[in-house]
C-alpha cells in the first residue's frame, strides 16, 4: 500500500486537470521515507498529448531536493495504467529499471480523476507492472514549490 497525504494527491490531479491536452509530470518526495512534496517537472516530449519526457534539469533538481519516493504523469485519454511507452521509459539505455524502488504514480483524467500507483520490475520478457494500492491519509499542509 502506498500512503500519500490527501493534499498532494489533490496537487497531483489538479496539475493534471490544469493542462488536459497535454500529458503532465513530477516527483513526488519524501522525508524520512514519507511522502511530503511535490515538485513540477515540465514534459519536454515532442508528443506531449501521449507521452512524457522529463525536463532532464527539471528533474535533477527536483530528484536532489529531497528522497524520491514517487514519479507522476498523466494519461489524458487512457486508464491509469502504465502505456508501451511509459515502460520504455522506465529503463536505463544500458538495460535495468532507472528506479525500481520508486513509485509511478498515474493520474488519468477519461471519467472521474483517477491515481493509480505502480511498482515496476525487469523480467525476462522485459517489464512487469505492479499495482500497489494508494491509501490517502490526512495531512500537514503539503509542501509546493
Known sequence: MVAIPG???????????GEPAREVCGVVLARNGAARSIRVVRNISDQPAS????????????AR?????????????????????????AFLPGGGIAFPSVYYLIVSLTHEPTVRAWLLA?????????EELVEAWRDEPAETE
Not at 122 to 130: F, N, P, Q, R
Request: charge should be negative.
Open 7 to 17: 493534499g498532494l494527491l489533490r496537487q497531483i490531479v489538479a496539475h493534471a486537470a
Open 65 to 89: 531536493s529531497g528522497e524520491l519516493f514517487a514519479i507522476y504523469h498523466s494519461h489524458i485519454d487512457r486508464d491509469a495504467m502504465p502505456s508501451r511507452a511509459d515502460e520504455r521509459g
Open 122 to 130: 525487469e523480467t525476462v520478457g522485459g517489464i512487469e507492472a505492479t
Open 51 to 62: 507521452r512524457y519526457v522529463m525536463h532532464p534539469v527539471d528533474f535533477e533538481r527536483a
